[in-house]
């Protein structure tokens, strides 16, 4: 046996544990298109939305904000349009880049990878829900990327690693984010938005030199 | 050489040595998977299940799920730390 078989040998096995125990077919791509996504949902919301602030939200005497339901929910809809394209954009993707990798979709490990992403998301989504039930909407953008965040950082374990990086730069912008109140949009644009094209671009440059 | 001794005879075959990578990594692995995930035909996988449980470097538990037949295997104390060694000796041979 010479050095090159072991050498074989060690990335046969380093490739196999990788295989068996993560979900290798997310591609940059669709952290890009999730950034534009989210892009131009806050161009809409800014140029459309907001500047019928004053019949959106009102200060009252106890500091509370109160917002009128209409143009909230049409708020709360662009939100859920960018969540779902995204969601769309990165499964169909996905699915494309397993079956070139020769990959199934539906195992064990991508089982695994769902429940331990949705579980910070669906924790936090439920949280932020309660908080808009209670009129605070203060901390709503810091919590979406504190919480985002972390369900990255725990969905890194089960598949490609450096979606971890993504994880701690969403949470140190939520807590900057939390530092800065009412400059909650501005911050989600960074996260949802340029960290998602910035970290989308790194990706797939990385994949496509690898091919 | 005292190098080579590391070397496991019985992880000098590809099959062997995925399988126990494999099995490291999860906690267990049905048959199905590793055919999957190994390339190889069921006879092929059986028979060095066989040999890998001989060494008793891995457990085999056959259940029922429902009806069907479901066989998952682990890898045992014994076997990790074979792994563990082989490994070992792999790097330090590759440095000169």
Known sequence: ?211 | MSLIENINKLFDHRIRLGMMSILMVNEQVDFKMLKQLLGVTDGNLASHVKALEKANYIVIQKQFIGKKPNTQYRATKTGREAFKKHIEALEKLIQP
């Open chain 1, 1 to 211: 046996m010479t050095n090159k078989d072991y050498l074989n040998d060690l990335s046969h096995i380093k490739e196999l544990m990788n295989r068996s125990s993560r979900f290798l077919s997310l591609s940059g791509l669709s952290g890009i298109l999730a950034g534009i996504y989210a892009l131009v949902g806050a161009a809409f919301s800014y140029y459309y939305i907001f500047p019928r602030r004053s019949s959106i939200l009102t200060l009252s005497q106890d500091n509370i904000v109160y917002v009128h339901s209409h143009y909230f929910k049409l708020l709360l809809l662009v939100l859920a349009l960018v969540a779902g394209a995204s969601i769309f954009t990165a499964y169909i993707l996905s699915a494309r880049q397993a079956k070139k990798n020769g990959e199934q979709m539906w195992t064990p490990v991508s089982k695994r990878l769902l429940i331990n992403f949705l579980i910070p998301m669906v924790a936090g989504g439920i949280y932020i829900l309660i908080k808009i039930k209670s009129q605070h909407y203060g901390l709503t953008a810091s919590l979406m990327l504190l919480f985002y965040g972390l369900a990255l950082v725990n969905a890194s374990k089960y598949t490609l690693g450096t979606i971890r990086y993504l994880g701690y730069s969403q949470i140190v912008l939520g807590l900057i984010c939390a530092a800065f109140p009412g400059y909650g949009f501005w911050f989600w644009v960074l996260g949802f938005g340029c960290l998602h094209i910035l970290y989308g671009t790194l990706m797939y440059s990385k994949e496509n030199k690898a091919a």
